[in-house]
């Protein structure tokens, strides 16, 4: 069994919600929350994450599905400037094996995919009280609001990927 663990930036929606997904997935071993850059001319920063995971548990072809699938990743909206739609690939290879998934997932969409893949450049974590939001405190509104009902759902369709055990006090409500 390989031990390697790999890394990989994602945005596209609220880092609360987004870091809470990634958490809750089998075989991701680290998530930090923050902004990320890439370089020249989309060096601006997006709010997002950056997952640290094992690719003998989960894929990353596994990690971009889920990551399209629960963001609005065929929109543009008025807050794409803050939720750039994006995977952030921490070398060439990865950037290579990130536009061969977008291509691959873009079947299982109506609308074409504004995600792009981009070279990872910077990462600015956010507050160390914002790390971990929603399994620190669940209970927040805008964890049983927003939060959990994205969880139930992705738990309804990828089960199989999920951390059951992580996920069992917080969903059972």
């Not at 803050?82 to 950037?95: E, H, I």
């Not at 939060?147 to 409500?173: C, E, G």
Request: contains cysteine.
């Amino acid at each position: 069994m390989d031990n390697t663990v790999k890394k990989i930036g994602l945005s596209g929606s609220c880092y609360w919600c987004t870091e809470a997904i990634f958490l809750s997935l089998r075989g991701v071993t680290k998530v930090e929350q923050g902004w990320l850059s890439s370089f020249a001319d989309d060096d601006w920063f997006s709010e997002g994450i950056i997952v640290t995971f094992m690719p003998d548990v989960i894929s990353l072809k596994n990690i971009i599905s889920i990551h399209l699938h629960t963001h609005s990743c065929a929109k543009a909206h008025s807050m794409r400037d803050k939720y750039r739609s994006a995977v952030y690939a921490m070398d060439p290879y990865q950037n290579t094996e990130i536009k061969h998934n977008l291509a691959l997932l873009q079947d299982e969409f109506e609308l074409p995919l504004i995600t792009r893949a981009y070279a990872f450049n910077q990462f600015k974590p956010s507050d160390g009280s914002m790390q971990n939001y929603y399994y620190s405190d669940p209970q927040r509104p805008f964890c049983e609001n927003i939060i959990t009902p994205k969880l139930k759902k992705l738990f309804a369709s990828h089960a199989h990927l999920m951390n059951k055990d992580k996920l069992a006090t917080t969903l059972s409500a």
